[in-house]
C-alpha cells in the first residue's frame, strides 16, 4: 500500500494521506539553521547544534507521537482546521503534502478555502520562510481567522525538558509589531535571540502557551483562543514563552492572500547586545532592550512573494547544480531516482548531521560520531567537497597522538565529548578511508600537509598525513593474542561489548567496562575484532596508495607489509572453513563460529575480507558469499547475524540484550548490506549485489509502505529480521550511515563509476539483464558523458574503452583538463 508517489521531474515526494503509518519528515536547511519538518508541520528547528541550540520544543515520546511543531490553525466561521490536518485532525476536503530538496509544501482545502504553506530555509540565511497562500475557491465571500503558533525551547535541548525549577521562571519575550522575540537568558549570558514575525498587520496575539491553550487541560488539537476566534494577547513572564500571530482575512470569491512568516535566529556581538532608545511601540517587561538590527534585517529579505520566489528559485538552483554532479539513466526508475535524487539528498542531510538530530535521534544524545562523519563523507564528497575537507580537519582535530579518538563530539564546540571517551577500536581506520575519498574525488594531495592538531596538543604543529599515519599504527599497535586487532570497547557494531560484562540495569554498554579490565587499561587484551581486521586490510591499502603517491615508497613497503601480515592472521584464525568469525571474546573463545549455539555467523567482517581478498586463492571470497546468501538473506534483505541470540550473553553485551530481529541482534541493519553489496558487485556478481540492492532501496519499498512503515525517500538504519514479528518493518529513518554506503554500492560498485587518485574508474557490475545505462559525472573540473555498452549480457568486465573515440588501456579515464568528454565502455 501506498501513501503517495514520486514526483521525480520535480524532485518531490508527494503524500496524498496525511495518516502516513510514521511522521514522514523532511529537513529544511543545509547550513546553519535546520528545521525537521513531518507532513503534517510537525517537528522543530535549530541552530547548528539540536542540542545546544535548540529554537523550538519538541516533546519526547509524546501520544500521539508527532505533536508540536510550527500550526496554522483556520477558524472559518466555527470551522476550525489546520493545512496539514493534525493537530485538530478536522477532516480535509483535499490534502497534500510535497517534500522537495529543502523545501516542503503542505496544502489544505476546507469548505472552499484553500490554505498552501511552503516552508524553506533559505541558502546562507538562519530562518525558516513559511510562505501561507489562501485561496477562496468558493462562490462566496469568506471571512475567517488565520492563529499562527510556535513554541519556543528555551535554547539547551536537554535542560529545557528536565529543569523545570528553572525554566518556568526564566522565559522572556519581546513584541513590536507583528514581531515576537524569544529572548530568554539574553540580558545575562546568552547573546542569541529568535523571533517569529509575519509581513503584515495582526489583530492580536500570544506568547504565553496556557493563555493561547486557554487552560491547562487543553492541548494542541483545542487551543481556547482558536476556537474562541480571540487571541488573548497574552505576554509571558517566564513559564513556556510562544509565538502566535492572530490575523484576521476577507476573501472574496476566487481572490488569494498571502501572508510571510519567518522564524529566525539572530546572534549579536557582545558590545551590541542592547538598543539604546526603546521605541514607543514595544512591548516588554525589562529595562534593557534587545537590539534587533539583524532580525530587521532578515525580515526585509524576505517580506514580499516576490522575494521568496527568488529565494525558492536560488534554493532549486543549489540542488540541481548539487545533483548534476552524477546522474544516471538506468533501467530501472527507481534505481534513478534513488541515485539522482533521494540518496544523494539524504547524503547531504546525514553529511550535516551526523546521527543528531531526526524523529529517532532526539537532538540531546549524540553529537558527531567519529566513525559516522567519516563514513557520511564517503557518500556526500563530490557534492561539495570543499565542505568535506573543512569537515575533516574539525574531525581529525578531536583525534589523540597516539591514534585513538574521542568517539563523538559537539558541532557548536567541535570539541571531543568526554562522557563518551574513546577506545572504539574501529574509529581511527575510517578517517583513512574519508581522507582517501577526498583526495581521489579533489586531485587536493595538499589536504595531507594541512595543519591540523591533536585534541591532546591543541597548539603543536601536525599535519593530516600524521593523522593517517597514527590512525594506522593505531591498530597494527593495539593486536591480541591471534594478531588481530583489540576489540576494545566496541567496534563498528556498538553493541558488541566485549569488556563490559555488565549485570547491573542502566550502565552504558558504550562506557562502562568491567573493573575486571580497568587494570589492563580500559579493556581485555584478549577480546579480538576480525572486524577490525578485514576493515584494516581494506582500508589499508588506501593509505598505502596514499603514501607511494608522495613518494614515500619505504614507509608504503612496511605499511603493506602489516597489511598483509594481518590477512595471514585472519586465514589462520579468523576463517571459519565457510565464512569468516566475528570474533575472540574475553574469554578467548570464537564468536560468530559454526562453533557457537547462537549467532553462528556475522555480517560484518565478511564484505571487508572478500574486498580485501582475503583467502580468495582459496575460494574463501564465493564461499563467504554463498554462505551470506544462504544464512543472511531473507525478503526483505539480509540480516545481521544468525541465529538471533536468545539469551543475554554477558560476555557479548548489549547484542544480546535486543529481542531476535532488531537492530544488531539479527536485524536488517541496512548499513552493513551496503558492504555485502559492494562485496557482491566486487567479486564480479551483478545479479547478486542488485537484488540485496532492491531489497532495501526505499524506493522499492514504496509498495509496502503499510508494512514498511518509514519515508519510501529515505533508507533507515534498521528494518525488522525475520526472526522479529514486525519483518519488514523500517526505524531509525534519515540518520545512518546506509545513506552514504549504498551511494558508495550503487555508484562505485554496481555502477562502477568510481573516483580514483590518478582518474576516474568506470567498471560496472550489473544485472546481465540490462543492456547498459549512462551517466554524466563532473570530476574535477571535467564533465564526463558515460555510455556503457552490455550486448553480451554479462555481469562485470571492461572489454573495451574509448574517451573522445580514442581507445584506453584499463578502465581508469584519465583526468581532464576541464570541457565534456565522451566515455564508451562495452563489458564482455
Ligand atoms: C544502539 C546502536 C547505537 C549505540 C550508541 C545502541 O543502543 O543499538 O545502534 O550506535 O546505542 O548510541
Ligand atoms: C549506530 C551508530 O551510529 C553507528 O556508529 C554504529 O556503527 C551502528 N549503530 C552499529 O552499532
Redesign the pocket.
Known amino acids: 500500500m501506498k501513501f503517495g508517489y514520486f514526483d521525480d521531474a520535480n524532485k518531490e515526494y508527494v503524500i496524498n494521506s496525511p495518516k502516513t503509518p510514521y511522521p514522514w519528515i523532511n529537513y529544511l536547511g543545509n547550513q546553519g539553521f535546520f528545521s525537521l519538518i513531518s507532513n503534517t508541520a510537525g517537528g522543530y528547528c535549530f541552530y547548528k547544534d539540536a542540542r545546544l541550540r535548540r529554537i523550538t520544543r519538541y516533546r519526547y515520546n509524546n501520544v500521539p507521537i508527532d505533536m508540536g511543531g510550527r500550526y496554522f490553525y483556520i477558524n472559518d466561521n466555527g470551522t476550525v482546521w489546520n493545512p496539514g490536518w493534525s493537530p485538530v485532525k478536522t477532516e480535509l476536503d483535499e490534502y497534500q503534502c510535497r517534500h522537495g530538496m529543502g523545501y516542503t509544501v503542505i496544502e489544505g482545502k476546507k469548505n472552499g478555502l484553500k490554505a498552501e504553506v511552503t516552508f524553506f530555509v533559505p541558502q546562507n540565511y538562519d530562518g525558516e520562510v513559511q510562505q501561507v497562500v489562501l485561496t477562496n475557491e468558493s462562490n462566496e465571500t469568506k471571512n475567517f481567522s488565520i492563529f499562527s503558533i510556535a513554541e519556543w525551547c528555551l535554547w539547551d535541548a536537554q535542560d529545557d525538558c528536565t529543569n523545570f525549577q528553572r525554566n518556568f521562571s526564566t522565559g522572556r519575550v519581546e513584541i513590536e509589531g507583528s514581531t515576537i522575540y524569544h529572548v530568554t537568558e539574553y540580558r545575562d549570558r546568552r547573546n542569541h535571540y529568535a523571533f517569529y514575525t509575519v509581513n503584515d498587520t495582526i489583530d492580536g496575539y500570544d506568547t504565553d502557551r496556557d493563555a493561547f491553550l486557554g487552560s491547562i487541560y487543553n492541548g494542541w488539537n483545542n487551543p481556547a483562543t482558536v476556537e474562541a476566534d480571540k487571541p488573548s494577547n497574552s505576554f509571558a513572564d517566564g513559564w513556556s514563552p510562544v509565538a502566535s500571530h492572530y490575523k484576521k482575512v476577507t476573501l472574496a470569491p476566487g481572490e488569494s492572500k498571502t501572508l510571510i512568516y519567518i522564524l529566525g535566529y539572530a546572534e549579536n556581538p557582545q558590545d551590541k547586545k542592547f538598543a539604546s532608545e526603546k521605541p514607543a511601540n514595544l512591548l516588554t517587561r525589562e529595562a534593557w532592550v534587545l537590539n534587533k538590527e539583524k532580525a530587521y534585517a532578515m525580515i526585509e529579505k524576505y517580506n514580499t512573494p516576490e522575494k521568496v520566489a527568488a529565494g525558492l528559485a536560488e534554493l532549486r538552483e543549489t540542488w540541481n547544480s548539487l545533483l548534476s554532479i552524477f546522474n544516471v539513466h538506468t533501467p530501472d526508475d527507481k534505481v534513478d531516482r534513488m541515485v539522482n535524487i533521494w540518496n544523494q539528498y539524504q547524503c547531504m542531510v546525514t553529511f550535516n548531521l551526523s546521527r543528531s538530530a531526526s524523529y529517532f535521534e532526539s537532538g540531546i544524545g549524540?553529537g558527531m560520531g567519529f566513525r559516522d562523519s567519516n563514513q557520511d563523507i564517503l557518500g556526500f564528497v563530490h557534492q561539495i567537497p570543499e565542505r568535506a575537507r573543512e569537515r575533516l580537519i574539525d574531525i581529525a582535530s578531536t583525534q589523540l597522538s597516539d591514534g585513538g579518538c574521542y568517539h563523538q563530539y559537539q558541532p557548536l564546540t567541535k570539541k571531543g565529548n568526554a562522557d563518551i571517551g574513546g577506545d572504539f577500536s574501529d574509529d581511527p581506520l575510517w578517517m583513512i578511508l574519508s581522507v582517501a575519498a577526498y583526495i581521489k574525488e579533489s586531485g587536493d594531495w595538499g589536504i595531507l600537509d594541512a595543519n591540523v592538531p591533536f585534541d591532546d596538543d591543541p597548539n603543536g604543529q601536525h599535519t593530516m598525513l600524521e593523522h593517517l599515519n597514527v590512525s594506522f599504527y593505531h591498530i597494527v599497535n593495539n593486536l591480541g593474542p591471534h594478531g588481530l586487532p583489540l576489540a576494545m570497547r566496541a567496534d563498528w557494531n556498538?553493541?558488541i561489548n566485549l569488556s563490559c560484562f555488565s549485570d547491573t540495569p542502566g550502565e552504558s554498554f558504550?562506557t562502562y567496562t568491567n573493573p575486571k579490565f580497568k587494570a589492563e587499561g580500559g579493556y581485555s587484551k584478549i577480546a579480538e575484532s576480525a572486524f577490525v581486521a578485514a576493515l584494516f586490510t581494506y582500508t589499508g591499502p588506501a593509505y598505502v596508495g596514499i603514501l607511494k603517491h608522495i613518494g614515500k615508497a619505504d614507509e608504503a613497503a612496511k605499511a603493506q607489509a602489516e597489511i598483509d601480515k594481518m590477512k595471514k592472521n585472519v586465514m589462520e584464525s579468523a576463517f571459519d572453513g565457510d565464512w569468516f568469525i566475528r570474533a575472540y571474546d574475553a574469554y578467548g573463545e570464537k564468536m560468530g563460529s559454526k562453533e557457537c549455539e547462537e549467532g553462528k555467523i556475522f555480517i560484518e567482517p565478511q564484505g571487508f575480507a572478500v574486498m580485501s581478498e582475503i583467502g580468495k586463492e582459496v575460494g574463501a571470497d564465493i564461499k563467504t558469499l554463498n554462505s551470506i546468501d544462504k544464512y543472511l538473506n531473507c525478503e526483505f534483505g539480509l540480516v545481521l547475524n544468525n541465529p538471533a541470540f536468545t539469551k543475554y550473553y554477558i560476555q557479548y553485551g548489549?547484542i544480546s540484550t535486543y529481542p531476535g530481529g532488531y537492530?544488531?541482534n539479527a536485524g536488517i541493519f541496512t548499513h552493513n548490506n551496503a558492504w555485502i553489496i559492494c562485496a557482491e558487485a566486487y567479486a564480479g556478481r551483478g545479479d547478486k549485489a542488485f537484488e540485496y540492492y532492491s531489497k532495501i532501496a526505499p524506493a522499492f519499498t514504496e509498495e509496502t509502505s503499510d508494512i514498511h512503515k518509514t519515508e519510501p525517500y529515505v533508507y533507515g538504519?534498521m528494518i525488522g529480521g525475520k526472526d522479529a514479528s514486525n519483518f519488514g518493518q523500517g526505524k531509525n529513518s534519515w540518520l545512518t550511515g546506509t545513506a552514504a554506503w549504498n551511494m558508495v554500492a550503487i555508484s562505485q560498485y554496481i555502477l562502477g563509476v568510481q573516483p580514483d587518485f590518478d582518474g576516474l574508474k568506470v567498471d560496472p557490475s550489473i544485472p546481465a539483464a540490462w543492456d547498459g545505462f549512462t551517466a554524466v559525472r563532473k570530476f574535477r573540473g571535467a564533465t564526463y558523458n558515460i555510455t556503457v555498452k552490455n550486448p553480451n549480457h554479462v555481469n562485470k568486465g571492461v572489454k573495451s574503452m574509448t574517451l573522445d573515440g580514442n581507445a584506453v588501456q584499463g578502465c581508469v579515464v584519465p583526468v581532464c583538463d576541464g570541457g565534456t568528454h565522451e566515455v564508451e565502455i562495452v563489458l564482455g
Open positions: 549524540r556498538d553493541c558504550q548489549e537492530k544488531e538504519q
